[in-house]
């Protein structure tokens, strides 16, 4: 019954963006392709978890660059001068909602799986598998080698890595995750920096946001 749900709402998400005429997004492609895999179809699964990749590399930069220009174009949320003598309270208020919003365009697709593991090693980990499944190793590989750029300690991920490798001497971690990677973990590092300064000066308990 579950995998008939699957295949039945996969279908119509396409079926109504179709209607729609709207862009699919990453979320709508992975759920059909989810669908795709629940039924075996691992071809067409190995599509739409790629095209749900390539939505997934232009969303967030996207998002990202939209934080700084709403923060820009909304002057409630620019801080006055008047509630603060201290420059940096200025500063770190500015930055630190622009870095969070930044942080949280990646962040926000987590909630969007069921099952512990985010939302982009889950894509990665579903892409690997559905192209090992299709015969394309060397597709396979670079999704478990970018998947480990972000989880490191996944053994079983190391295992099939290795496994690849010993089937093809090609293996390039999948153009532009890595740099999405980089872009976030820099977000964090500034957002992180913003609240440690702001702890010491205030000497009040900040949460630091953990990298990915």
Same mark, same amino acid.
């Given at each position: 019954m579950m995998k008939k749900n699957e295949r039945y709402y996969g279908k119509r998400i396409?079926?109504? *963006?179709v209607m729609l005429r709207e862009p699919l997004t990453s979320v709508d492609l992975i759920r059909s392709a989810i669908s795709h895999y629940s039924s075996k179809n691992y *071809? +067409?699964?190995? %599509?739409e978890f790629k095209q749900s990749l390539e939505a997934l590399l232009k969303e967030i930069p996207e998002c990202k660059r939209l934080c700084s220009i709403t923060y820009d174009n909304d002057s409630r949320n620019v801080p006055s001068i008047a509630e603060s003598l201290d420059f940096y309270d200025q500063f770190a208020k500015i930055y630190g909602s622009v870095a969070e919003c930044r942080y949280d365009c990646m962040e926000k697709y987590n909630s969007k799986l069921s099952g512990d593991e985010d939302y982009l090693p889950a894509l990665l980990n579903f892409l690997q598998f559905s192209a090992f499944k299709a015969g394309d190793v060397v $597709? +396979?590989?670079a999704a478990a080698k970018t998947h480990l750029a972000i989880s490191p300690s996944d053994v079983t991920? +190391? #295992? #099939? $890595?290795k496994y690849y490798a010993a089937k093809t001497a090609e293996i390039d971690a999948l153009p532009g995750v890595i740099d999405l990677l980089s872009s976030n973990s820099h977000d964090t590092d500034l957002l992180t920096t913003i609240v440690g300064k702001k702890e010491k000066s205030? %000497?009040? %308990?900040?949460? $630091?946001i953990p990298l990915l």
């Open positions: 396409i079926k109504e *963006h *071809h +067409a699964a190995v %599509d $597709l +396979a590989a991920m +190391a #295992n #099939n $890595l205030t %000497d009040c %308990d900040s949460a $630091l």
